[in-house]
């Protein structure tokens, strides 16, 4: 089957924010909504259209066969600016001249396949009806482009017609003309696209709207194959009536873009790329629809996405592909409401699975034999249907019962497993805090706010009632809380202590306990023997928080309290670590760990390596952001083993060797949150509610992953936060929503023999609630012989995703420098491949070519490069923070690390200026391009990438605005100055504003930061350094950064 | 004469003992791969052995220096240079949480290895039998014994 057939207008990337411009004139919107549909979808849903005459617009729009012309004007169909025809007009007349002397090659082509060969007739040129002909010629050429394959209009076809040639050349056998990339490359460049200048000296006066009937389409075909001679013509826009030459400018062939670099335009000045030109993801992440609407069974694509959805069919091929292949998982995505995950009991039949390759029963597997037997989609063995779960098939083979069985008709479903998918009874829901009181944890505040955020989340932790928790702080010793409530204990409170004591002091062992005189207190038991660690009363440590919940309420209000004086600087991380690990091997469960400062003494305690400038640039570099002391690895792997989940919560603001501490999670599936100099009055809100979040989402524990594929393709690597338990099982302790992992696939066979490939992504895992349960996800992706298809079908975020985690990991085991480079040239050998593939027939030298799917790859890779694992060297980022990064970016999911390299950037001193009370947000939905050009010091901005909001005060920012926002605060240092409520409108509003934001990504609270321009270095530190498109520090700014790469993509391989 | 026999034959036995432990860690690390064994049973059963290996072989580099055999000696020293520098690096252990990753790798090293020691055995076993011979042989046929002058390389 051929998997671009897929109808309906797949309006790819395109969205209207990309192009704000107005459409203003009707006539134009009109004809240039007809190509709407072509916009974006590389694909399908046209076929050759019969030749009609169109007389007017909507005979050309109906000629498309699966939209409606309703569809037409949908609003994300970018409306065509008014100024869009005099650049297309203008040249008209003059362009065919120009390319008269070039021969005349026959223009037939192979024909593709699946396509009707089609000859444009000559009655599809409709005769000039309006004066903005060119435009209307546009709908045309797409209309006859079925986009079904890589067919692109040769530049020498259309310099080939003669400019006295009135009708669209008959003689064109087989000739289609794909011109929706084209097209859909002009609306996207309709916002953007700069007055390119054009090389020629045309002084084309007010022509463009009265063009004869002849030579517009040979004309706006020559604009289109003008990409050698970087067509952009300067003229137009000094038409009086074209206002600035958006649309049409860019050239395009076909499915791909490119951009004119260099400086061989005329008048132009280096660098030869106009920034506004350049693509950006102003919209934020857009997820390939064209996969999921190809194949509707489909799991989302919040489940899965694969890099590229057309799968290589031979190994020659995949080695073309310069990108990673391979595929994002996020098990758990959050469902939007409505659209919740099925969960299915099969009680008596069993979990339905291919009998060979163990797939589980899919949407795709076929039913035959009259419904007794049913054929594996992976392995295509015929498997028996159990009785149990037979049904008959009707007429056209499907089950009746299809209906009823949300397996079959949906690619996201859970089965609740039988007792055969445990090794024992699943786990109860278990929390066990290990929490640092050493001075600078007392002093930071951060024992209150972790204590406090607990205790108001005792009610919402999951799994309740079996969910157990447990508690231990540690300095320079260590310190349990029984927090048993028996009756047993409170009657026999004395002799208990004394046993304890007795148990002790035959142990040898140094303790001393501490009772307090209530009997719902609970006791705190000390052991300071760290070079031997026991853990006193194993079964009271860890209690059932529905029994104990008095206890823990009375631990967890006295805590703060209990170490208020202390003054121990020692940290015996490793020993309690050790101490846990021994409380909670039984179990399993998730580990959250508070630590505050360098782990300094026992087992596994680090030396201050810190940041040493000597080091960088040598070999020894990656070792930096390696654990030190091989007992976390140990550590973690042990956890692992056990189904513990580690969490770690770092605060110093001194070393504290994340490296190191981070490793605890990565092996785990936890995560590291990092908070730099914490102090509770500025990040205590942050703290809360991350760690609420922790505490209160859907987690899956003591999980398993495994990504089964079919015949010929093997995953071979995966990245992200976890431990391989076999070449294949991803062991995964304890996972949630906000966890994603990559992995890279590889061809076994040379060559594949089928048409179609599936995924299917099983988690296994032990529900809050306490069942056990297998996540299946299924998808199909089509196997693609072309390597234009592989492009086509490509997904940037998920590439990106996908060379970030290879980027992070690269330094780890390089220098910074290598890891860039790595990436880099990545990049350039992907575009360098594309270019051989278009680059030679369309004679597009000087200009930079890139398939549609990826005109957002530059730039995210220019963000990557600047992202905090990767930038700079020594000075540009603490060793802490880079690693803490790291490890977060190894665990985002792909909308969230979009959003974290290319932060959202909006300006709100309108918005809040507005006298309007109602909050109508869409003022400020529109994003601007993160470069220091979309400020006015007039200006207040916001920066959110995901983590936090960066709040940008203009120079001249009215001080009526500043006043009311920050209050008497408003000329103060800003750093220490916390956004807050103040009563007015303007205050209320942008506090409004915020919460809003705040609500759309809530994994992670936005802290408010605010800085004010000029105010240096934190300014540059904190804001600029955000601003990717600018060069900063030595780095590239997003124009030079093209300029590089077109350099290395026109180098010789 | 004696002692030269009882020295080729320990050779052989250290030879053996190495070929064996590298062929063991090369079945382990192959069940690992075919999910025959969890990669902590695995990585430790490999580790344990790992430094006991080095030493082995270092002791027969050593034993081929002062037994004054400089083609053995240069033969075996490259790969007792190359484990000193992974134990002083600390990358001789197998990294039980990075071990899939590493595994490929691994297995070559010891195929290496193990084709390395196989020559080395080949080897020791022609020394075992000339000495054995040179004994044998030496009443009757003494120094013109021409195999001993040629095989004493």
Redesign the interface.
């Known amino acids: 089957m051929t998997p671009f057939q897929s109808s309906g207008p797949v309006v790819g990337s395109d969205t209207p924010g990309l192009r704000p411009t107005a459409p203003s004139a009707p006539q134009s919107t009109t004809p240039f909504s007809s190509s709407g549909p072509v916009v974006g979808s590389e694909s399908p849903g046209f076929r050759p259209v019969p030749p009609v005459a169109p007389q007017t617009y909507i005979p050309e729009a109906s000629g498309f066969r699966p939209a409606p012309p309703a569809r037409f004007n949908d609003p994300s169909v970018p409306p065509p600016p008014t100024s869009y025809a005099p650049p297309n007009a203008g040249p008209l007349p003059r362009f065919p001249t120009a390319q008269l002397s070039s021969t005349q090659p026959p223009p037939s082509r192979a024909p593709f396949v699946g396509q009707p060969p089609f000859q444009p007739p000559p009655a599809q040129v409709p005769p000039p009806q309006l004066p903005l002909r060119p435009q209307q010629q546009m709908p045309l050429v797409p209309m006859g482009s079925p986009p079904q394959n890589v067919n692109y209009v040769p530049a020498s076809t259309n310099v080939a017609q003669s400019p006295s040639d009135s009708s669209f050349p008959a003689p064109r056998p087989n000739f289609q003309p794909s011109f929706p990339g084209y097209v859909r490359q002009q609306s996207s460049a309709d916002s953007q696209a700069p007055p390119i200048h054009s090389p020629f000296p045309t002084k084309q006066g007010g022509a463009p709207f009265q063009t004869t009937a002849s030579s517009p389409l040979v004309a706006h075909q020559g604009g289109y194959v003008a990409p050698p001679f970087g067509f952009q013509s300067r003229d137009h826009m000094q038409h009086p009536s074209s206002g600035p030459p958006v649309g049409a400018i860019q050239s395009l062939v076909e499915d791909f873009n490119s951009l004119s670099v260099g400086g061989s335009i005329p008048g132009s000045i280096e660098p030869g790329v106009d920034l506004k030109a350049l693509p950006r993801p102003l919209d934020g992440d857009v997820e390939p629809k064209l996969f999921s609407e190809t194949y509707p069974l489909n799991c989302g694509p919040r489940f899965l996405r694969l890099t590229t959805s057309g799968i290589p069919s031979s190994q020659s091929l995949a080695s073309r592909w310069h990108l990673p292949l391979g595929a994002v998982v996020c098990p758990l995505a959050e469902s939007p409401d409505g659209d919740e995950v099925p969960v299915i009991n099969f009680a008596s039949s069993g979990i339905i699975r291919c009998r060979r390759c163990r797939t589980y029963v899919n949407p795709y597997v076929t039913f035959t034999d009259s419904g007794r037997k049913w054929r594996c989609n992976m392995c295509s063995l015929l498997n028996d249907v159990p009785g149990d779960y037979f049904a008959h098939l009707d007429a056209t083979g499907k089950r009746v019962d299809l209906d009823k069985r949300p397996e079959l008709t949906r690619g996201s479903v859970e089965f609740v497993a039988p007792t055969e998918y445990m090794i024992r009874p699943p786990m109860p829901p278990l929390y066990f805090f290990l929490i640092d009181v050493s001075v600078s944890a007392v002093r930071s505040g951060m024992i209150e706010v972790v204590a406090k955020t607990i205790r108001s989340c005792l009610d919402k932790l999951p799994g309740y009632p079996r969910t157990q928790i447990g508690f231990a702080t540690y300095d320079s010793t260590l310190h349990f809380y029984n927090l048993k409530a028996d009756i047993f204990y409170s009657s026999s409170f004395i002799s208990f202590n004394l046993d304890i004591l007795l148990a002790y002091c035959l142990a040898n062992k140094t303790a001393k306990i501490n009772n307090h005189s209530s009997l719902t207190q609970p006791q705190m038991l000390v052991v300071s023997d760290l070079d031997d660690i026991f853990v006193p009363l194993p079964d009271d440590l860890l209690v059932n928080l529905s029994e104990s919940r008095s206890v823990v309420e009375t631990f967890l209000d006295s805590l703060p309290s209990m170490f208020q004086d202390n003054l121990n600087l020692e940290s015996a991380f490793g020993p309690a670590l050790k101490a846990a690990f021994m409380l909670m091997r039984q179990l399993g469960g998730k580990l959250l760990i508070f630590q505050n400062t360098l782990p300094s003494l026992g087992i596994g305690r680090l030396k201050l390596r810190g940041d040493d400038q000597r080091v960088y640039g040598t070999d020894k570099e990656h070792a930096l952001r390696l654990p030190e002391d091989?007992f976390y690895?140990?550590m973690?792997?042990e956890f692992t083993?056990f189904q513990i989940g580690v969490n770690v919560y770092a605060f110093s603001d001194k070393y504290t060797d994340i490296a190191s501490l981070g490793t605890l999670a990565k092996?785990t599936g936890g995560e590291v949150n990092f908070y730099p100099n914490f102090h509770s009055a500025i990040h205590g809100e942050k703290l809360r509610h991350e760690l609420a979040r922790d505490l209160t989402r859907e987690t899956a524990w003591e999980a398993v992953l495994r990504i089964r594929v079919g015949k010929g393709l093997r995953f071979t690597?995966y990245h992200g936060s976890f431990?391989?338990?076999?070449?294949d099982?991803l062991a995964l302790p304890a996972v949630d929503c906000d966890k994603a992992f990559a992995m890279q696939l590889s061809l076994e066979e040379a060559l594949l023999t089928t048409q179609t490939v599936y995924f299917q992504v099983a988690l296994l895992y032990t529900a809050s609630c306490g069942e056990r349960r297998i996540r299946v996800l299924t998808a199909a992706a089509p196997v693609v012989t072309d390597l234009g298809d592989m492009y086509r079908l490509a997904d940037t975020g998920a590439i990106v995703t996908l060379l970030s985690r290879l980027a992070i990991e690269k330094t780890l085991s390089s220098k910074l420098e290598d890891a860039r480079n790595s990436l880099q040239l990545r990049i350039v050998k992907a575009l360098k491949e594309y270019r051989t593939l278009y680059a030679v027939q369309h004679r597009l030298a000087g200009r930079i070519i890139y398939p549609e799917s990826l005109k957002f790859l530059l730039l995210y890779g220019l963000a990557l490069f600047k992202s905090t694992p990767v930038r700079g060297g020594y000075a540009d980022v603490t060793l802490d923070e880079r690693c803490a990064a790291g490890f977060t970016m190894m665990t985002l999911p792909v909308k969230k690390l979009l959003k974290l390299l290319y932060p959202n950037l909006i300006r709100v001193d309108e918005h809040l200026l507005k006298p309007s009370a109602h909050d109508d947000l869409t003022s400020i939905e529109k994003r601007l391009p993160l470069s220091a050009a979309s400020l006015d010091s007039r200006g207040l901005y916001i920066l959110d990438d995901g983590f936090r909001f960066i709040i940008w005060f203009g120079r001249v920012l009215s001080p009526d605005i500043a006043m009311n926002l920050l209050g008497p605060e408003f000329a103060a240092d800003l750093s220490k100055v916390i956004l807050s409520e103040h009563d007015n409108e303007m205050s209320r509003k942008l506090m409004r504003v915020i919460n809003r934001l705040r609500e759309k990504d809530s994994l992670y609270y936005h802290l408010c930061q605010l800085v004010r321009q000029g105010e240096q270095p934190r300014e540059g530190i904190l804001f600029l350094s955000n601003l990717v498109e600018d060069p900063i520090g030595g780095s590239n700014g997003y124009v030079e950064w093209v300029l590089q790469i077109h350099r290395q993509i026109q180098q010789n391989p | 004469m004696g002692l030269n026999l009882i020295f080729w034959i320990l050779c052989f036995f250290i030879d053996l003992a190495l070929l064996s432990s590298n062929f063991y860690q090369l079945v382990i690390l192959s069940d690992l791969e075919a999910d025959y064994l969890n990669p902590y049973e695995s990585t430790s059963r490999i580790n344990f052995l790992i430094v006991p290996e080095f030493i082995l072989h270092g002791v027969f580099c050593a034993l081929f220096l002062f037994t004054w055999h400089w083609f053995l000696f240069l033969v075996t020293l490259p790969l007792a240079i190359y484990s000193a520098k992974l134990f002083k690096e600390k990358k001789h252990l197998i990294d039980v949480t990075e071990v899939f990753r590493a595994l490929s790798a691994e297995k070559k090293i010891r195929l290496v290895k193990l084709a390395f020691y196989l020559f080395l055995l080949f080897v020791v076993i022609f020394r075992v039998f000339t000495a054995g011979m040179i004994l044998f042989y030496s009443s009757e046929f003494g120094e013109l014994d021409i195999r001993s002058s040629f095989l004493q390389f």
């Open positions: 091989p690895k140990q973690a792997a083993k092996y690597s431990m391989l338990r076999s070449t099982l």
